[in-house]
Nanobody
Framework: EGKLVESGGGSAQAGGSLRLSCTVS????????IGWIRQVPGKEREGISC????????YYAEAVKGRFTITSDNAKNTVNLQMNNLRPEDTAKYYC?????????????????????WGQGTQVTVSS
């Protein structure tokens, strides 16, 4: 069974940077899009980025495009999210999650309910 474990996160000032990492294990296929979903209490989950492990194609939500960069290190089985120029509205709990090939046609839409495996989440807090 696939497992995702987040690390990183924490607090930053607006305009600052943070890096999240997700260690991936136990999946029997590399035909996955692994990415990041965030949630603010009382609000809907928001898909913000995903990377195809097989071919490296990346997807970003408009809210983070140009500020966040997702990468994968297949040798280390990690997916990283570099977050630059952080804003207070980026404050949320960030989850690493994976979606499989059956949702390939909708990977680009970053729909949270298409992600079938989730980590425990890590908090990111950005102060103004």
């Amino acid at each position: 069974e696939g497992k995702l474990v987040e690390s990183g996160g924490g607090s930053a000032q607006a305009g600052g940077s943070l890096r999240l990492s997700c260690t991936v294990s136990g999946f029997t296929t590399d035909d996955l899009c692994i990415g990041w979903i965030r949630q603010v209490p009382g609000k809907e989950r928001e898909g913000i980025s995903c990377i195809s492990i097989k071919d490296g194609t990346t997807y970003y939500a408009e809210a983070v495009k140009g500020r966040f960069t997702i990468t994968s290190d297949n040798a280390k089985n990690t997916v990283n999210l570099q977050m630059n120029n952080l804003r207070p509205e980026d404050t949320a709990k960030y989850y690493c999650a994976a979606q499989g090939p059956s949702f390939r046609s909708t990977w680009k839409f970053l729909l949270p309910y298409d992600f079938g495996a989730w980590g425990q989440g890590t908090q990111v807090t950005v102060s103004s």
